[in-house]
């Protein structure tokens, strides 16, 4: 008999067979591209519907069989796939469901590069690509057509972090037989379950808090039955595989993700309320803020926060704004988030459609991560003081 089991003891021991590996904790790495057969019959057993090439390390490895068993059981999806980045993922899994002539509908919210290849490449290859407002909810039945084969969500939306109903979206889709797809980065599996709430693939950076440690690029997919035949094939059509040792490192971040988020987000929601109270900041953009206009929605939906937030400063002249960036210790400035180390970066004017962004000031993005909190708001607290 299994016992039911908290996620934090399913990051401990899920994907992971000692028995298989002479009592190894960890599952060795496994690099190689030719997989040898004993004999023909072996050869010719191996081979599966519609990818008579299976044994070979495109298709996997006990190393990436071991991370995609352990993200799918996290998800309570039906199984996953690795790639190369975060990016790489959402492409694809948009590609996995399209044809040309179809309609995606993608909140105007959403991941920027995520943006540009719907505006770029979808819409080169015939398929209608429409933003919707983030906060539409069921009122995105009014934006479906006939046509409309995926609906595009991300929760909270990248960079202005609005929270979405992803239930009701979910419904809308299905009723007129769309695809649902989202990116979890943000919460992680951990944090928002996104089969439950009627997700059909959900997209992780596993750069980011899966791997942990800034030292890594890997993307995931997790579908459900329904959907997983469809991303499997397009995963093979494409070419799409991770590297061994990126996976490992994947798996070795898996295991402390429950403390290392429960730290990222007791620091960012302590350093989100001191900034609240800073003279220089117009508004904090951070759904686990009581008064943040999500704040409903993450509650019932959500199990947690991560770091990551925004916020907007008081409009600056550059010079200014160079001061504030000069005057930090303790926070970096960089791309990608989700690692151990505090990061702030300025951010453009996100490009809306659908939402036009009416904030006035500096939009800033923020990602807390695991040195002491009360060093990170004196050190925030500094930074803005000297430009006050």
Not at 23 to 34: A, L, Q, Y
Not at 79 to 101: D, I, K
Not at 214 to 229: E, F, K, P, Y
Not at 242 to 265: E, I, K, N, Y
């Amino acid at each position: 008999m299994t016992l039911s089991r908290a996620p934090a003891t399913t990051l401990v021991h899920t994907g992971r067979d000692s028995q298989r590996f002479d009592g190894m904790v960890n599952t060795p790495v496994f690099r190689g591209s030719t997989i040898l057969a004993d004999n023909l019959t072996q050869w010719e057993a191996r081979k599966t519907p519609g990818n008579p090439m299976a044994s070979y390390g495109r298709f996997g490895n006990p190393t990436t069989r071991a991370l995609e068993q352990a993200i799918a059981q996290l998800e309570g999806g039906h199984r996953s796939w690795l790639f190369p980045s975060g990016l790489s993922a959402c492409t694809h899994s948009l590609l996995a469901l399209v044809q040309q002539g179809d309609h995606v509908l993608m909140t105007d919210s959403v991941y920027g590069p995520t943006r540009q290849f719907a505006t770029q490449v979808l819409s080169r290859l015939g398929v209608q690509v429409d933003f919707f407002d983030p906060l539409i909810g069921a009122g995105l039945s009014a934006l479906m057509r006939p046509n409309t084969r995926v609906v595009f969500v991300e929760s909270p939306g990248s960079a202005t972090f609005e929270m979405q109903d992803i239930p009701a979206m979910a419904d809308v889709a299905h009723a007129a037989g769309a695809w649902v797809v989202m990116d979890n980065t943000w919460a992680t599996p951990m944090f928002f379950k996104p089969v439950e709430h009627g997700v059909d693939i959900s997209v992780q950076a596993a750069t980011k808090y899966i791997v942990g440690h800034s030292d890594a690029l890997l993307g995931v997919a997790t579908a459900n039955a329904r959907a997983w035949h469809l991303l499997e094939k397009a995963a093979h059509d494409f070419g799409q595989t991770a590297g061994p040792d990126d996976v490992f490192l994947a798996l070795r971040g898996l295991r402390t993700l429950s403390v290392r988020l429960q730290q990222h987000w007791a620091n960012g929601l302590q350093l989100a309320q001191a900034l609240q109270a800073h003279p220089m900041v117009r508004r904090v953009l951070h759904p686990a803020l009581p008064g943040d206009p999500g704040h409903a929605v993450w509650r019932r939906d959500c199990l947690g926060a991560s770091g990551l937030f925004g916020m907007v400063l008081q409009p600056l002249s550059q010079p200014n704004l160079h001061r504030f960036f000069e005057r930090l210790e303790l926070f970096g400035i960089g791309l990608s988030w989700g690692g151990y180390e505090s990061l702030a970066l300025p951010m453009d004017r996100p490009v809306r459609s659908a939402r036009p962004w009416v904030e006035e000031g500096v939009l800033v993005r923020v990602h807390a991560g695991l040195e002491c909190a009360d060093d990170l708001v004196r050190d925030m607290t500094q930074a803005l003081d000297h430009i006050s």
